[in-house]
C-alpha cells in the first residue's frame, strides 16, 4: 500500500485518477470531524466534498505530503466551522427551517450520535488517535507516524480514550 506522501507525488505528477484512492483513505475521518462541528449527515457531506475539492486545488501548496490525512481533516473543520456559523446566522434570520430530522433519513440514530457526543468529549489528541484508527482504520504505527509521537504513546491514547468512552456511555445509559 502506497504512503499518502507517494500518492499526493503521483497526483502532483499528473496522476488525477490516485486522488481517488487519498479520497476513500481519508473520507470517513473528514466526515467524522465534519459531523462533530456540523451535526447533521447531510451538511456534513457537503463539507466533506468541499474539503477534498479544496485541497485538490491547493494540493501544490502541501509543504508536507506525508500529513495529507491531518491537512484535508483541517481544511474540513474551517468549513464545517463556516458552515455552522452561516446556519446559526441564516436560523437567527429565520431563513432555515431547524427541525430536527427523524433517524431514517440519513442522520445517526440516538446511539450514533451519544457515541459520537461521548468522542467529541475526549482530549483532542485521542479523538485523533481513534479518528485515524477506527474510522480510517490505520494501524498503531501508521498512527505513530502520522501523529509524530512514539507507538506506545498512542497505545496508551487508544486505550484511555476506549476507557473514558467507557465510562462515559455506561453513565449515560444508568441515567
Known amino acids: 500500500m502506497k504512503s499518502d506522501a507517494e500518492l499526493v507525488v503521483a497526483v502532483l505528477r499528473g496522476d488525477r485518477k490516485t486522488y ?21 449527515c447531510h451538511l456534513a457531506q457537503d463539507v466533506v466534498q468541499d474539503a477534498f475539492g479544496t485541497a485538490y486545488e491547493k494540493l501544490p ?16 473543520r474551517r468549513r464545517a466551522l ?6 446559526r446566522t441564516m436560523a437567527t434570520n429565520g431563513l432555515l427551517d431547524t427541525q430536527v430530522a427523524s ?7 440516538e446511539a450514533q450520535r451519544q457515541l459520537l457526543a461521548a468522542v467529541l468529549c475526549l482530549p483532542k489528541h485521542e479523538q485523533l488517535a481513534l479518528t485515524l ?14 501523529t509524530g509521537q512514539p507507538v506506545g504513546t498512542v497505545t496508551m ?3 484511555r480514550a476506549r476507557a473514558r468512552l467507557r465510562r462515559m456511555l455506561k453513565e449515560t445509559d444508568d441515567e
Open 20 to 40: 481517488a484512492t487519498l479520497f476513500h483513505r481519508h473520507e470517513r475521518s473528514v466526515l467524522a470531524v465534519a459531523l462533530g462541528v456540523v451535526r447533521d
Open 61 to 76: 501548496s502541501l509543504r508536507k505530503p506525508q500529513s495529507f490525512g491531518a491537512w484535508v481533516r483541517k481544511i474540513a
Open 82 to 87: 463556516d458552515m455552522a456559523r452561516d446556519r
Open 103 to 109: 433517524p431514517h433519513n440519513g442522520n445517526p440514530d
Open 133 to 146: 484508527h477506527y474510522f480510517e482504520g490505520h494501524p498503531v504505527k501508521t498512527i505513530s507516524q502520522i
Open 157 to 159: 491514547q487508544l486505550s
